[in-house]
């Protein structure tokens, strides 16, 4: 395989293989980076993937990404700190019976069909993706309050004031 991103996900778990790396989040998918909460996206994202054998015998995948990603508080819209720390462990499947009955079996279980190849930049994509809060915020933004933000603006609808007449 050419790209260095790019493995056989049940060579990789069967034979126990460990990946290390990192990307930028502008090195990411646009669904990743252009995503509206990232404040920096210069941020540095490292992963480790790990396959193996789970005590089933079922080959897995264990992905652990992490990064300190600024986030954009959804209320004072200035950076506060995230710390990213996701792991998951990811069990393949040969059929999608198998793997529809594992997953009914198990609601927790995170698993996926084996693939001849599996692009590694795309499961932290994933993880990243699923990692994100809601709706970052910090818990006090101390900012002035609400009824004192924007005073300094005039109002938009001030013009209409002197359409109003007095009937």
């Not at 792991?87 to 069909?113: H, P, Y």
């Amino acid at each position: 395989m050419l790209d260095s991103n790019l493995i056989d996900p049940e060579v990789f778990a069967a034979e126990k293989q460990n990946l290390r790396g990192s990307f930028l989040l502008n090195e990411l998918d646009e669904r990743v980076w252009s995503h509206e909460y990232p404040a920096d996206k210069q941020t540095k994202v490292s992963f480790t993937l790990q396959g193996g054998r789970d005590r089933l015998q079922r080959l897995f995948l264990d992905l652990t990404v992490t990064a300190d990603m600024p986030l954009l508080c959804q209320r004072c819209v200035n950076p506060m700190p995230f710390k990213l720390d996701e792991t998951s462990c990811i069990v393949l499947f040969a059929d999608d019976e198998c793997l529809d009955a594992a997953m009914l079996s198990n609601e927790d279980l995170e698993g996926m069909l084996i693939t001849k190849e599996l692009d590694v930049r795309e499961l932290v994509e994933d993880q990243i993706l699923m990692a994100l809060p809601f709706s970052p915020r910090h818990e006090d933004c101390n900012n002035i309050s609400p009824e004192h933000v924007n005073q300094d603006k005039p109002n938009p609808f001030a013009v209409l004031k002197d359409l109003k007449t007095v009937g």
